[in-house]
C-alpha cells in the first residue's frame, strides 16, 4: 500500500518546466566549473541543447551543439547489447568458453572462461594497462596502429598471453575482456565489429554522429580536448586500439 501511495503521489507530481530545470542543470554545472554539453532529447528531437566552457584551452575553442565526443568504455555497453543480440538469436551463449568460439585463441585457460565472465571482468585475461613503459603517461597498447590493432588480432595475440588471475577469482576491469568479445562477435557472425554497430546500432535508431573510431584519428574524431589532473591535455592516444571496448 505504502509502495501504491508513493507511486500515485510521484505520478501526480508537477514537473517543473524544462526552462527551469535547464536553469537549474546549467547553475549546479557552472557552479562546478563543469565544461561540456547538457542534452535532452525525446523521439521528435533535442528538447534541451547549451554548452559550456572549452573544448579546448589552448585554442580558446568552446564546445559547440551536435559536436560528435568520445564515449570511452560506454562502447563496452554497446558491445554487450550486440552480445545479446546473437544470445537471442542462438549464435552466442552466455556460457560458452572462448575456445568454443575462437579455437585459436592461444591460452589454455580459453576452455574455462566464459563470454558471462569475459562480460563481467572476471576472466583473469592480461591487462593492457600493464603495457605503461618507464616514465611514461600512457600504456604502449594504446599507441600502436596498423592492422596489429583490431579486435581479432588483439584477442589471438596479447589478450591470449599469460594471465594474472584464474578465471572466475575476482573482478578486475580490463579492456582485453571486451576486446575478447569484439573478435568473438566478428567470428559468429562474419562482419567486422564497426560493421555489427552500424548495422545493429546506429542505423537502427538513426544515430546521424555515432561510428567507430578510425585508426590514428585525432581523438578518434572527437571534438574536445580531454583534460587529466592539474589541467593537462589527456596523453596522445590512438582510440582505434580500444576497439570494442
Known amino acids: 500500500t505504502c509502495i501504491a501511495a508513493l507511486a500515485a503521489n510521484a505520478a501526480n507530481a508537477q514537473l517543473p518546466p524544462v526552462t527551469t530545470a535547464t536553469a537549474r542543470v546549467v547553475a549546479v554545472a557552472k557552479a562546478a566549473h563543469l565544461s561540456g554539453e547538457i542534452a535532452l532529447a525525446d523521439q521528435t528531437g533535442p528538447v534541451i541543447d547549451r554548452t559550456l566552457g572549452l573544448a579546448d584551452r589552448g585554442k580558446r575553442q568552446p564546445h559547440r551543439q551536435g559536436a560528435r565526443w568520445l564515449w570511452a568504455s560506454v562502447t563496452k555497453q554497446v558491445t554487450a547489447v550486440l552480445v ?46 600493464d603495457t605503461l613503459a618507464g616514465g611514461g603517461d600512457v600504456p604502449t597498447f594504446y599507441t600502436e596502429t596498423g592492422a596489429k590493432i583490431a579486435d581479432t588480432p588483439r584477442a589471438t595475440g596479447f589478450c591470449s598471453g599469460t594471465p594474472k588471475a584464474a578465471p572466475g577469482v575476482g573482478f578486475a576491469y580490463n579492456n582485453c575482456d571486451y576486446l575478447v568479445i569484439g573478435a568473438i562477435l566478428e567470428r559468429v557472425t562474419g562482419k567486422p565489429y564497426a560493421k555489427l554497430v552500424a548495422d545493429r546500432i546506429t542505423k537502427p535508431l538513426a544515430l546521424r554522429s555515432l561510428r567507430i573510431a578510425r585508426d590514428g584519428e585525432l581523438r578518434g574524431g572527437g571534438a574536445a580536448t580531454g583534460y587529466i589532473a592539474g589541467g593537462k591535455p589527456y596523453p596522445a592516444v590512438n582510440v582505434a586500439t580500444f576497439g570494442a571496448a
Open 84 to 129: 545479446m543480440q546473437q544470445v537471442e538469436a542462438g549464435t552466442l551463449s552466455l556460457d560458452g568458453t572462448i575456445h568454443h568460439y575462437l579455437p585459436d585463441f592461444a591460452s589454455a585457460n580459453g576452455d574455462t572462461i566464459t563470454l558471462r565472465q569475459l562480460l563481467q571482468h572476471l576472466s583473469g585475461l592480461p591487462n593492457p594497462d
